[in-house]
């Protein structure tokens, strides 16, 4: 029974989401990409794995170092489906290397919780939300979950407030200078990070979008009633960093409605936080054949969507 295989964390739990992920990926080049590779092309498509597959580890340890899940290895399979259900993920580098870069950022915001080396982890935080900036301007929402931590963990001083700016104003004066090194026009680069806002949801008229759409949009819906009422069983010092992870839910749904340039990939954000819910979900569910129907309707989306 595949829920009971990955109710306990075990090793050959990442080799079995890596080589899905894999089969996965290799897949969606050969069909959804029409251009030949070179040498250079097959060594940038291995780094854009890379990314995808370190996204996943770096999500496993930012779940288990704040115990947001018990330990068990659903939260990563669940990560991994998502990819599958949404391959137009595979295809944007820089979307994928900015939700790398807002994973490590809610690392360091989480762990907040400590109370220890809180400037520097305010100032990790903030340093890469303004990378994944670079990449993906409306990955800029994540700050708000900083300024949110700042809160639920009582951290008042306002030198600790300030931080963040002195974070972002540090990798603006980098970038700058890297675009003088490179003699690349500032106001160009500016001009193409895309601020727009945008409501129009027709490019994401596809059968396999819709259906994997549809069914995260429903996991969230379903997972959230009970996510929620979890939270006030939690300890005290860990409800604040259950509290973030719905709020960072809520900033990828909004990334969702607001992308300027709707592919399918602006989905990614909302992969990880989604996973544990969904995680703390199937940790309260106690029949065991709803939770093996509820991951097989998970594990066959992906190949409904390949159907259709």
């Not at 520097?120 to 935080?125: I, R, S, V």
Request: proline fraction near 2%; glycine fraction near 2%; hydrophobic fraction near 60%.
């Amino acid at each position: 029974m595949v829920s009971s295989f990955f109710s306990k964390a075990k090793p050959i739990h990442f080799v079995v989401v890596s080589t899905a992920l894999c089969i996965s990926f290799v897949m969606t080049k050969l069909f959804m990409v029409h251009e030949p590779f070179g040498v250079w092309g097959l060594l940038k498509q291995v780094l854009i794995f890379g990314v995808c597959l370190f996204s996943i580890f770096i999500f496993d340890f930012l779940s288990g170092k704040n115990d947001l899940t018990k330990k068990n290895s659903f939260k990563i399979l669940f990560f991994t489906l998502f990819f599958m259900m949404l391959p137009e993920t595979f295809l944007n580098s820089k979307i994928l290397l900015a939700n790398l870069f807002i994973l490590l950022a809610m690392r360091r915001i989480i762990s907040l919780r400590s109370k220890k080396d809180v400037k520097k982890k305010l100032f990790d935080g903030a340093f890469w939300i303004s990378l994944a900036t670079l990449l993906y301007f409306w990955s800029s929402l994540f700050y708000i979950l900083i300024f949110a931590a700042l809160f639920l963990y009582s951290i008042a001083d306002l030198r600790d407030w300030i931080i963040p700016l002195v974070a972002v104003i540090t990798v603006a004066m980098i970038t700058a200078s890297v675009l003088v090194l490179f003699n690349t026009d500032l106001l160009s680069y500016i001009a193409d990070m895309d601020m727009s806002i945008s409501f129009d949801f027709s490019s994401l008229n596809s059968k396999h979008i819709i259906v994997a759409a549809t069914m995260m949009l429903s996991c969230f819906v379903w997972g959230s009633v009970y996510y929620l009422k979890n939270i006030a069983t939690k300890a005290k010092s860990y409800k604040s960093a259950y509290v973030l992870v719905f709020i960072a839910t809520i900033i990828a749904l909004t990334i969702l409605v607001i992308a300027p340039k709707k592919t399918g990939a602006e989905f990614i954000f909302l992969f990880a936080p989604l996973s544990i819910i969904l995680s703390n979900y199937m940790d309260v569910v106690t029949e065991k054949w709803f939770k093996e129907v509820f991951i097989w309707v998970l594990i066959l989306t992906p190949v409904v969507g390949l159907i259709l």
